[in-house]
């Protein structure tokens, strides 16, 4: 799949995924090149951050993942 293909699916697929709450989904960003996906954002709990990264990896041509995600539990979310 292309790159953009490729991000869409993995947006597709943490979008899916009720381990990964509405507001960390929106906080998710995702970029894919060449097979590399790279997670980008904050997210509420380290279940979260594990969830999207599966679900990334588990995506179609996927071969490496970067989870950069940031894990803050509680506090003010940008963009409410």
Do not use: C, H
């Not at 960390?24 to 995702?30: S, W």
């Not at 509420?44 to 996927?62: E, H, P």
Request: no cysteine; glycine share 12%.
């Amino acid at each position: 799949p292309s790159d953009r293909d490729q991000q869409e699916m993995v947006e597709d697929n943490i979008e899916a995924d009720p381990q990964v709450p509405g507001r960390d989904r929106r906080a998710i960003t995702v970029a894919a090149r060449g097979g590399v996906v790279t997670l980008t954002g904050t997210v509420r709990s380290r279940a979260a951050k594990f969830a999207a990264g599966s679900d990334a990896y588990w995506t179609f041509g996927v071969n490496e993942v970067r989870n950069e995600l940031v894990v803050t539990p509680r506090g003010p979310q940008a963009g409410g």
